[in-house]
């Protein structure tokens, strides 16, 4: 049972999977080959309706999955409204969209916040300032989120990534320093380490504060550690296999607020985890892997071209090897994909 008194919050993120979108592009002008591709918006609604159709719980824009560096604050606004209101037009308006608001400053970022929620957003996912680690305290560090979270008229998901934040990374006190916070109401973990997602889950429940991992490798253990679902950039390449595939099979298949599984249901749940944890392999390389099967596992589909998953420049495609390794170690999911379909 979780041991934090906190009251629930008043919006939880509601649990489940959710895809941290990717960003498309139209390509340069043949005319000017050097300019920066535009945000394709029209590309970015049919892979939104396709994300959404396949049984995805949620969705993700402007992460690190979205290039949020790469883009205007323009930009920005108008893939939330975009997202927004397909989402809405799908779903009605219960359906979560959480919008990246990571910025250097306190500032700028109290004004994404507002941005986003003025297009629709209705979470905001924030990652710790990073330009200047080592000028940043502890204290100061929990001040940024506060100062955030007081002003945001959205909730706000801690997002700790290490990786892209020149190795700063949120500990389990401090996360739930944090979730002290009324309107700080999840996390997500993409350092990958369930020893803090398990003290986390141990403390609060998912409505007091959402525990979520950071990719789909490790979601059956999250889930079984009491944890409230995960955002993974392979959602974008194979949304049903994560969403329902895992996800809806083991909640499904649980009895008693998700503590008890039949052996035939916990055997089918593990099955499905294996493969979209070698699946994900892949992703783990790089983004622009996950563009790269994303156009080709949905994208081809929807009749996108394949310039239109490429990074935005300086960021470069792959090469002929990397693209052949990158589709047979995402394909094992493939056939599960299409009969979940």
């Known amino acids: 049972m979780p041991t934090s008194t906190i009251p629930p919050k008043a919006k939880p993120l509601p649990p489940g999977v959710y895809t941290p979108v990717v960003?498309?592009?139209?390509?340069?002008?043949?005319?000017?080959?050097?300019?920066?591709?535009?945000v394709d918006l029209d590309a970015m609604r049919l892979h939104c309706r396709h994300l959404i159709a396949a049984g995805m719980h949620g969705l993700v824009y402007l992460g690190t999955n979205g290039e949020l560096p790469l883009l205007t604050s323009a930009e920005?606004?108008?893939?939330?409204?975009?997202?927004?209101e397909t989402a809405l037009a799908l779903k009605g308006p219960s359906y979560p969209v959480v919008a990246g608001i990571s910025a250097p400053s306190t500032h700028e970022t109290i004004l994404n916040a507002r941005s986003a929620a003025s297009a629709g957003a209705s979470f905001a996912l924030l990652l710790p300032p990073s330009y200047w680690p080592k000028s940043l305290s502890p204290d100061a560090l929990l001040q940024y989120y506060r100062d955030v979270a007081t002003s945001s008229p959205i909730p706000i998901v801690?997002?700790?990534?290490?990786?892209?934040?020149?190795?700063?990374?949120?500990d389990s006190d401090q996360i739930a320093a944090l979730a002290e916070h009324p309107n700080i109401v999840a996390v997500k973990l993409t350092c990958g380490n369930l020893g803090k997602l398990t003290r986390l889950t141990s403390r609060f429940s998912p409505a007091q504060f959402g525990v979520f991992g950071g990719s789909s490798d490790y979601l059956l253990p999250t889930l079984r550690s009491g944890g409230s679902g995960c955002v993974t950039g392979l959602g974008n390449v194979f949304p049903a296999s994560v969403a329902r595939g895992v996800y809806d099979s083991w909640a499904r298949s649980t009895e008693n607020g998700g503590q008890e599984e039949?052996?035939?249901?916990?055997e089918a749940t593990k099955r499905a985890q294996d493969a979209v944890a070698n699946s994900e392999w892949a992703c783990k390389k790089g983004l622009a892997m996950t563009k790269y099967g994303a156009w080709h596992f949905v994208g081809k589909g929807l009749g996108l071209d394949e310039a239109a998953f490429e990074m935005r420049r300086p960021y470069g495609p792959l090469g002929d090897a990397q693209k052949r390794w990158a589709l047979e170690t995402l394909g094992v999911l493939e056939g599960i994909e299409k009969e979940l379909s």
């Open 23 to 38: 960003t498309l592009y139209k390509p340069p002008s043949p005319s000017d080959p050097s300019a920066s591709q535009p």
């Open 76 to 84: 920005r606004h108008a893939i939330i409204s975009m997202a927004s």
């Open 158 to 170: 801690v997002y700790n990534f290490p990786a892209v934040t020149s190795g700063t990374d949120l």
């Open 262 to 266: 039949t052996a035939s249901a916990r």
